[in-house]
Nanobody
Framework: QVHLVESGGGLVQAGGSLRLSCEAS????????MAWFRQAPGKQREMVAI???????NYPRSVKGRFTISRDNAKNTMYLRMINLKPEDTAVYYC????????????WGQGTQVTVSA
């Protein structure tokens, strides 16, 4: 079974930037899609970036233009570059994926905490 480990979170001031990493225990280059999610206290988990098998990406309006998802198949790693961070971006960030059978790729990991101070 694939396992995913998120890293790169931290405390940053508003307007700052971070790059998150999601390392897979084995290749996920054959996944239908990989995505980043976040969950703030008291809120539901939401998707903030997706990259599909063909390289196309999508972002919700709340992060579009500030977040960039990318992947390095050779390193079994996916990234989320975040710039111009806002306090409302504070959350635990998770990664996961979807197979072509529409199954969730891996169990949820521990996530990585991102805290943006005003």
């Amino acid at each position: 079974q694939v396992h995913l480990v998120e890293s790169g979170g931290g405390l940053v001031q508003a307007g700052g930037s971070l790059r998150l990493s999601c390392e897979a225990s084995e290749t996920v280059s054959g996944a239908k899609a990989m995505a980043w999610f976040r969950q703030a206290p008291g809120k539901q988990r939401e998707m903030v970036a997706i990259i599909r098998w063909d390289g196309t990406t999508n972002y919700p309006r709340s992060v579009k233009g500030r977040f960039t998802i990318s992947r390095d198949n050779a390193k079994n790693t996916m990234y989320l570059r975040m710039i111009n961070l806002k306090p409302e971006d504070t959350a635990v960030y998770y990664c996961n994926g979807q197979s072509f059978n529409d199954d969730q790729l891996a169990p949820w990991g521990q996530g990585t905490q991102v805290t943006v101070s005003a």
